[in-house]
């Protein structure tokens, strides 16, 4: 079973010291998750760790005050509150076995009310499997990653 606990700052640790995975890298996407300069410039952004047991096996990042403005408008993401997955990252040797579908369970459940949207970084099938709804940048797909909505 997979429990999703969300992980912040200690008080006593400095904001720009701190990252919310200091640890385990090799097994993650390469730089995402070392760039201490993105943590502490992330005021509207909150982290969960996954854990299988004592093991860390996922990891996701999220905005909290959307803004990409070039998709505001478009009808299928309503009225409600948006909430970005800006990095959602499952450790390579626990791939495929329901940790991404955990955390994202997890996360709507942890923002009821929100609109969940993730631009998809090489994982246009998970988000299918979700049933969530993939959107074009109005400026093509040559320099732009699809967005994806999740359902009402």
């Known amino acids: 079973m997979v429990v999703v606990i969300e992980v912040t700052r200690p008080a006593e640790v400095e904001a720009y010291t701190w990252l919310p995975f200091p640890d385990g890298h090799q097994r993650y ?4 998750w070392d760039d201490g300069y993105r ?4 005021t509207n952004r909150r982290w969960f760790a996954a854990h299988h047991g004592s093991i860390e096996v996922g990891r996701v990042e999220v ?6 403005d070039y998709y505001v408008g478009t009808a ?20 495929r076995r329901g940790v991404a579908t955990a955390i994202v369970s997890h996360l ?7 609109r969940l949207v993730a631009f998809s970084e090489e994982a246009d099938a998970f988000w299918s499997t979700l049933g969530w709804t993939r959107i074009e ?3 093509g797909t040559t320099h732009y990653r699809p967005l994806f909505v999740q359902p009402f």
Request: proline share 7%; hydrophobic share 40%; glycine share 10%.
């Open 29 to 32: 996407t390469y730089g995402w």
């Open 39 to 42: 943590f502490h410039h992330a």
């Open 63 to 68: 905005d909290v005050a959307h803004g990409d």
């Open 76 to 95: 299928v993401l309503g009225e409600r509150p948006i909430l970005d997955i800006e990095f959602i990252d499952v450790a390579s040797d626990h791939r």
């Open 108 to 114: 709507i459940a942890t923002f009821p009310g929100h």
């Open 137 to 139: 940048h109005p400026e």
